[in-house]
């Protein structure tokens, strides 16, 4: 019954969190999705933008993921349903809010081929030793990324934990001109290891780097 009531009174259920302010839980045209106030966070427009980048990566070599910023799964869940991905997932969040609206809401928790972290991704790239086949990055604050996750140190440490002729996804930003100084700094501090695809309006929003690691580096 609450399902159908969906499609014609939306619900909304709010809850509060350090670091993201006001999360909403919306059950809206039968489905969950989590928001902010002003953002999409998950199972709405973001899972189709990063669906959209999924789909210009060779996933059948990929063996091991990371996903920097986890936000409510849904892309989690794309990967296991839509993209019958099997192998491991590494989910890093710095939000224990909405690690717990994951399980909670959308049944996505540690698992034996799952590992979800709670750290702060900046702080995760700088130490970890571990290499991966795929990153993605997904780093928003509302409607905002961080600026330090733009920084050389950043992109350098991302470079380094991409196996050869491995992958990222950077979800940039939102409503990004082509020649924004933040696509170009990017650029920049990755450096010449990576050959990028430039993916601006995705779901009429976004801007997506996706970036395959050269076998020389």
């Excluded at 014609?8 to 489905?31: A, D, H, M, Q, V």
């Excluded at 997904?138 to 330090?148: M, Y």
Aim: charged letters at 20%; aromatic letters at 10%; glycine letters at 8%.
């Amino acid at each position: 019954m609450k399902k159908l009531l969906s499609y014609i009174w939306p619900s909304t259920r709010r809850f509060s969190s350090e670091i993201n302010g006001t999360l909403e839980i919306t059950y809206i045209n039968g489905k969950k999705v989590l928001d902010t106030e002003n953002a999409n966070y998950s199972y709405g427009s973001l899972q189709k933008i990063l669906e959209f980048g999924l789909t210009k990566v060779d996933l059948k070599s990929v063996e091991n993921i990371l996903l920097l910023g986890m936000g409510g799964g849904s892309i989690i869940h794309s990967l296991r349903n839509t993209f019958e991905y099997t192998n491991n997932i590494v989910a890093v969040e710095i939000d224990p809010a909405i690690i717990k609206l994951a399980e909670d809401e959308f049944g996505i928790a540690t698992s034996e081929k799952l590992q979800i972290i709670e750290a702060d991704a900046f702080q995760f790239a700088k130490t970890s030793k571990e290499k991966f086949q795929l990153i993605i990055i997904d780093l928003f604050i509302d409607t905002k990324v961080p600026s330090i996750f733009y920084g050389r140190e950043f992109c350098e440490n991302i470079s380094k934990m991409i196996q050869k002729k491995g992958f990222v996804i950077f979800n940039v930003g939102v409503n990004l001109e082509k020649q924004s100084a933040v696509i170009e700094t990017l650029l920049s501090n990755f450096g010449k290891g990576f050959e990028f695809q430039l993916h601006q309006k995705v779901n009429g929003t976004n801007t997506l780097l996706i970036g395959a690691k050269s076998i020389a580096n």
